[in-house]
């Protein structure tokens, strides 16, 4: 696959992006139901995330495929941090540098926005050290964990990533 891009969210692609936020096995259904309900925040303009959305051009196909999304939003209180609340690309789309695609267009975003720090949480199950390594081999540093947050034996970790000058990649 190739011509992949990232444009701002679009209506129409709230029912691709559940589909894409459900198909992955590390979301339960609970957390699918939020990050959709973030979606909707931005759709009717209640809140202040950014969610951009990438699209592949697929052979054969009439219109591009919505092949994942990445959710920013200032972190209130401070002046120049961001959370990265979410980012997805349905598996059978993963492995095309989707990922990777999104998180430069987030990082390029939010400086464009003034930010200067993105801060995200992710688990520190054993099902998560995909997507940890993927975090790694985008710059992203493992900053902190604190054991048995979301359960026992679920510890949250929360990655951070500098965007100044020597950060553009």
């Known amino acids: 696959m190739s011509g992949s891009r990232v444009r701002p969210l679009r209506p129409a692609d709230r029912a691709p992006l559940r589909e894409a936020l459900a198909a992955?096995?590390?979301?339960?259904?609970?957390?699918?139901?939020?990050?959709?309900e973030l979606i909707d925040a931005e759709l009717g303009r209640t809140a202040d995330y950014a969610h951009l959305v990438a699209e592949l051009d697929e052979p054969g196909a009439a219109a591009p495929r919505v092949a994942?999304?990445?959710?920013?939003?200032?972190?209130?209180l401070t002046d120049h941090a961001w959370n990265l609340y979410w980012i997805c690309v349905h598996p059978r789309l993963q492995g095309h540098g989707v990922g990777r695609c999104l998180m430069a267009a987030a990082e390029?975003?939010?400086?464009?926005?003034?930010?200067a720090l993105?801060?995200?949480?992710?688990?520190?199950?054993a099902d998560y050290a995909a997507t940890r390594a993927f975090y790694a081999?985008?710059?992203w540093e493992a900053e902190a964990r604190i054991r048995d947050f979301y359960r026992s034996g679920d510890d949250i970790v929360y990655y951070v990533r500098r965007l100044d000058a020597s950060a553009k990649e």
């Not at 992955?24 to 959709?36: G, K």
């Not at 994942?68 to 209130?76: M, T």
């Not at 993105?118 to 199950?125: A, I, K, M, N």
């Open 24 to 36: 992955c096995p590390e979301f339960s259904a609970h957390e699918v139901d939020v990050a959709v």
């Open 108 to 115: 390029a975003h939010v400086r464009g926005a003034g930010g």
């Open 68 to 76: 994942g999304y990445v959710c920013v939003a200032p972190i209130p």
């Open 137 to 139: 081999a985008c710059g």
């Open 118 to 125: 993105l801060v995200l949480e992710t688990s520190g199950r």
